[in-house]
């Protein structure tokens, strides 16, 4: 069955450390790959999404993340965190022409102290 | 455009009565999907539909049935709410014209409380 697995559930850390979220799915073929972001109290918003071509992407809010083919993840970096980036972090994987369904990580709560 | 929206946005339940969840979409999405988001267990799919008057099961449908006779709209209904149900669910739409198809956009959830 397709899975996806964030390995960190609760991250706390202090401003302007850096940050890593990992994320590996299972699936045999091609996949798009996402990450959304879910502030306190608001819905889901789109940080990235990786469909083809650059492994490395580029977000929203200085967030990106790399997708490694070989590996099967694909891990959310940033450089410096601010305590604005209090929220909880969900990947996502869809498995290409599969209607667009998204399966998610279980997610991961990151916590940054001022 | 008010993107996706959703009515309620809250609603307390006894256990066995019945209740209809709106999903409103105004960015002419072709896909809309309902989640249910619970703690530890991210966002599971309910129901989906790719269409106008389409509708298919998802990762955890048991309990639950959808219609979509507009394309704007997605309902949700529990016709005997069980507190299994307890949750936050979310509709999604994806699919719009000049987009990437499977980018998803969601509203802004429904908290449901069965008691």
């Known amino acids: 069955a397709q899975s996806v697995s964030q390995h960190n559930h609760h991250v706390i850390l202090s401003e302007a450390a850096s940050l890593e979220l990992g994320c590996n799915y299972s699936?045999?073929?091609?996949?798009?790959l996402f990450w959304y972001v879910q502030y306190p109290g608001q819905h889901l918003q789109l940080l990235l999404k990786?469909?083809?071509?650059?492994?490395l992407v580029k977000g929203i809010k200085g967030f990106e993340a790399e997708f490694i083919k070989s590996k099967f993840s694909f891990n959310l970096r940033k450089p410096s965190v601010q305590w604005s980036d209090t929220a909880e972090y969900f990947c996502?994987?869809?498995?290409?022409?599969?209607?667009?369904?998204?399966?998610f990580g279980q997610g991961t709560t990151l916590q940054v102290k001022p | 455009n008010a993107g996706v929206t959703q009515t309620p946005k809250f609603r307390v339940l006894k256990t066995g009565q019945s209740m209809t969840l709106l999903c409103a979409q105004d960015?002419?999405?072709?896909?809309m999907y309902w989640y249910r988001q619970d703690p530890g267990m991210g966002l599971r799919l309910i129901h989906y539909?790719?269409?106008?008057?389409?509708?298919a099961k998802g990762e955890v449908p048991d309990g639950y049935n959808v219609s979509r006779l507009k394309k704007q709209n997605f309902l949700l209904g529990l016709e005997s709410a069980a507190p299994s149900q307890t949750s936050v669910y979310f509709c999604?739409?994806?699919?719009?014209?000049?987009?990437?198809?499977?980018?998803?956009?969601f509203g802004p959830g429904t908290r449901l409380l069965v008691l």
């Open positions: 996502a994987v869809s498995p290409r022409r599969n209607t667009g369904k998204l399966i």
């Open positions: 699936y045999g073929g091609t996949v798009n």
């Open positions: 990786y469909f083809s071509g650059d492994p």
């Open positions: 960015m002419n999405h072709e896909y």
């Open positions: 539909s790719v269409g106008e008057g389409t509708t």
């Open positions: 999604a739409g994806a699919g719009v014209p000049g987009a990437h198809w499977e980018t998803q956009y």
